[in-house]
């Protein structure tokens, strides 16, 4: 059974860098996609991002200038940094792996339990 | 940006009663459709993907259809266990999108 777990700062200052950290069991990073997705108080799923085991990287429009997402294979772990965060990226933050088959995408199978990151000072 | 639109927002609806929520992508995408259900506090769960094929170990009355633009998310006989809000994603291109969420909320 996969399972994932979100770790990193519970709080970031305004300005600064978001980073955080999965981390995968009873699966390897160096097969299928990985994803980023948050969640904002009370509001929607936003994905954020994707990161193939190749290395290959996809992100949202709206947060492509500010993420990075890379992978640690030696790990098996991959991680989502986010810069000059702002109040409005306090959320939730899910990991996910995307069942990705055949240059084919079948969505998210596998979740973290989620991690809370405020952006306050 | 494919853009993902979900109805309803909210609804109520008794035990028993089926429930239908609906999603249109902006462009086609074929049947690369997924479906995920939230409880509170949880992380979401995928209960369909490939627009009508059910997750393994999600209940039957849960199903799927649709393909290119417009898509059904359908319960049949709504448990109290299904409360929840649900959210319907469209991973055929990128940047993958989310509808906006349906909760579903017992009479």
């Known amino acids: 059974q996969v399972q994932l777990q979100e770790s990193g700062p519970g709080l970031v200052k305004p300005s600064e860098t978001l980073s955080l950290t999965c981390t995968v069991s009873g699966g390897s990073v160096s097969s299928y996609s990985w994803s980023w997705i948050r969640q904002s108080p009370g509001k929607g799923l936003e994905w954020i991002g994707n990161?193939?085991?190749?290395?290959?990287?996809k992100y949202s429009s709206s947060l492509k200038s500010r993420v990075t997402i890379s992978i640690d294979t030696s790990k098996n772990q991959f991680s989502l940094k986010l810069t000059s965060v702002t109040a409005a990226d306090t959320a939730v933050y899910y990991c996910?792996?995307?069942?990705?088959?055949?240059?084919?995408?079948?969505?998210?199978?596998?979740w973290g339990q989620g991690t809370l990151v405020t952006v306050s000072s | 940006d494919i853009q993902v639109t979900q109805s309803p927002s909210s609804l109520s609806a008794s035990v028993g009663d089926r429930v239908t929520i609906t999603c249109r992508a902006s462009q086609g995408i074929r049947n690369d459709l997924s479906w995920y259900q939230q409880k509170p506090g949880k992380a979401p769960e995928r209960l369909i993907y490939s627009a009508s094929s059910l997750q393994s170990g999600v209940p039957s009355r849960f199903s799927g259809s649709g393909s290119g633009t417009d898509f059904t998310l359908t319960i049949n006989g709504l448990q109290p266990e299904d409360l929840a809000t649900y959210y319907c994603?469209?991973?055929?291109?990128?940047?993958?999108?989310f509808g906006q969420g349906t909760k579903v909320e017992m009479k």
């Open positions: 996910a792996r995307d069942h990705f088959k055949g240059g084919y995408s079948y969505g998210l199978d596998y």
């Open positions: 994603q469209q991973h055929n291109s990128y940047p993958q999108t």
């Open positions: 990161i193939l085991y190749t290395g290959s990287t």
